[in-house]
């Protein structure tokens, strides 16, 4: 089975534009999650979804979005850029519940300039 | 917000020495895990305990997890340099559904 697909990999953007990062969770694979994490900060979750429904929030601004397909595939979607917004953006999926294990990709390291 | 603390934050052994580490938590729990990061990746899931447990074993990993306490210890034996890496423990409350509360992570160095 494919891992989960993040894309893309790296990304540069500056300060006031948006941005759309896309996750493939593994086939089967129902919810997905989305971290952002930076090194002071550690891993800060920004949003779940199962099946199409975002079913747990975070404490982001609301210019942090996210939604699902029916294919399970996730986009997060970061509108007006700021400096703090640069991080690596880390998704996850699980089968039903994140509270269960949890299958990373590897990231998009985003820079914002 | 971060509900696991690790410690120590930073750990330097040498290669073949064993490497403990430990996780504290606030709330009830249904679930600990352990995940490691290598640098600038994402993170791979090692180990989950369930709170009616123990202790576990995977290979040269050890968890015990102690509910009373709220704490939770991850041993990795005989330790390699491909085990470098940050170790992050992350649990599912029973009260947050949908979401795992992480610690801030252990960064593990194993000298040659």
């Known amino acids: 089975k494919a891992g989960v697909t993040q894309t893309p990999r790296y990304l540069i953007k500056t300060r006031g534009q948006q941005v759309t990062l896309s996750c493939s969770p593994i086939?089967?694979?129902?919810?997905v999650s989305w971290y952002q994490q930076t090194p002071g900060q550690g891993l800060q979750f920004l949003f779940e979804y199962f099946s199409e429904t975002q079913r747990n929030k975070g404490n982001f601004p609301g210019r942090f979005s996210g939604r699902q397909f029916s294919n399970s595939r996730s986009e997060m979607n970061v509108s007006t850029l700021e400096l703090g917004d640069s991080a690596l953006y880390l998704c996850?999926?699980?089968?039903?519940?994140?509270?269960?294990?949890?299958?990373f990709g590897s990231g998009t390291q985003l820079s914002v300039l | 917000s971060q509900q696991g603390e690790e410690d120590p934050q930073a750990l330097s052994i040498q290669e073949g020495e064993n490497a403990t580490m430990n996780c504290s938590y606030k709330t009830s729990i249904n679930n600990l895990q352990w995940y490691r990061q290598n640098s600038g990746r994402g993170l791979v899931h090692l180990i989950l305990?369930?709170?009616n447990e123990r202790e576990k074993h995977s290979g040269r990993l050890r968890v015990t997890l102690d509910t009373s306490k709220k704490s939770s210890s991850l041993l990795i034996t005989a330790s390699r340099a491909a085990d470098t890496a940050s170790y992050f423990c992350a649990t599912a409350s029973m009260d947050s559904n949908y979401q795992l509360i992480w610690g801030a992570g252990t960064k593990l160095i194993i000298k040659p």
């Open positions: 086939s089967g694979h129902r919810s």
């Open positions: 996850a999926s699980s089968l039903l519940s994140p509270n269960e294990k949890l299958f």
């Open positions: 305990i369930r709170s």
